[in-house]
């Protein structure tokens, strides 16, 4: 009796030949690559969404944190980032160029609007390198309390945010700095702030023209009024007896006098700058995400800047005239927008939205 099975098929499973779906291996598998990339960007900003509902009442505002510009002293909100955003526009703009130039075989032109996307890539991990530092050093400091929130200083007479500097008062401390000629090297000294817990409270306490705001959004509060919930009534009579801005729905609660004399006793130190544990801009979840989601990303655009230096430089040899086609300064070509597709959705969640 014959027991043997045959498991061979008539037709063939693979067709693609050496070119499925009418790309390159080479050109597939960086679609594969911008896949995977995309689902792990999604993933970023996801959880960034989430966070940002969770704690929708204490988040940062985007236009007071990025207010900053290269050479000048002033309130520029989202200025520099909008300018960022153009700079990596334009760079796939002259990528798509040199993509269509490398079509045509025309090497001179494929080695101008190469050049012209690397500038342009520079000028953007630069900006964003400035960008980090500024964020990092901060500006006006602030408090931070016992339960790890934000306390930061207006000007009464403006509204505009007040730096430590222009109101801590310096008292004739001993702050202890830390020498190893003096015997005590074995410790590490710590970030020193500009001034002492005591000298900004001291100096808060003998201006009146400065005003404490917490990191809390003026909810509305017409819509508190109206409502019979209980809950909602408790809510609204803690706002009146510690704010005074309550007309002023969408902005950060400034505390009455009173109430920012009683929260300074909850204070525990002061915050200058932003990192991965403290942020004087408010939640600590906000500079989180924002080194996390912009450093990936610019570790894309830096890596797209190298790469693209790579094939400049092959350009330039004649690598691509002897191949006979420019498909390299396409395949790099889908790399670099799909960089800057990112940073659209980056620039719309993370910075505008």
């Excluded at 901060?138 to 000007?155: P, S």
């Excluded at 408010?282 to 610019?298: E, Q, Y």
Aim: glycine letters at 10%; a negative charge; zero cysteines.
């Amino acid at each position: 009796m014959d027991t043997a099975v045959t498991t061979e098929s008539e037709g063939t499973v693979w067709g693609g030949g050496n070119r499925p779906l009418g790309a390159s291996y080479g050109k597939l598998m960086m679609w594969f690559f911008i896949v995977s990339d995309a689902l792990t960007f999604s993933g970023f900003l996801v959880s960034y969404g989430f966070s940002r509902f969770k704690f929708i009442e204490t988040w940062p505002i985007a236009d007071e944190v990025f207010t900053h510009v290269p050479f000048f002293h002033g309130n520029y909100p989202m200025y520099y980032v909008a300018f960022m955003t153009f700079i990596l526009i334009m760079s796939s703009v002259t990528m798509v160029l040199a993509v269509d130039a490398g079509h045509r075989m025309m090497q001179k032109k494929v080695i101008l609007y190469m050049f012209l996307t690397i500038v342009g890539g520079a000028i953007f991990v630069g900006s964003q390198a400035w960008e980090w530092a500024t964020f990092i050093k901060g500006d006006f400091g602030a408090l931070e309390t016992k339960g790890g929130r934000i306390l930061q200083f207006v000007k009464a007479d403006s509204g505009e945010r007040a730096a430590l500097a222009d109101f801590a008062k310096v008292l004739p401390e001993d702050r202890v700095k830390h020498v190893s000629n003096e015997g005590i090297w074995y410790e590490a000294e710590g970030y020193k702030t500009s001034f002492s817990l005591n000298e900004v409270i001291e100096g808060f306490k003998a201006n009146p023209g400065i005003l404490m705001r917490a990191e809390q959004i003026i909810p509305d509060v017409e819509q508190l009024r109206s409502s019979e919930n209980p809950s909602d009534q408790s809510k609204l009579q803690e706002l009146e007896r510690n704010y005074s801005n309550l007309g002023e729905t969408g902005e950060k609660a400034i505390f009455k006098r009173e109430a920012a004399l009683a929260r300074l006793n909850n204070a525990v130190r002061v915050v200058e700058g932003a990192n991965l544990i403290r942020n004087e801009y408010g939640s600590r979840l906000f500079a989180d995400f924002f080194f996390f989601i912009t450093g990936f990303h610019g570790f894309h655009v830096f890596s797209g800047v190298v790469i693209n230096i790579i094939i400049f430089f092959n350009i330039i040899l004649g690598t691509y005239e002897r191949r006979g086609h420019y498909e390299m300064v396409e395949k790099v070509g889908l790399y670099w927008h799909f960089v800057d597709l990112v940073w659209v959705f980056v620039f719309t969640f993370f910075y505008l939205v």
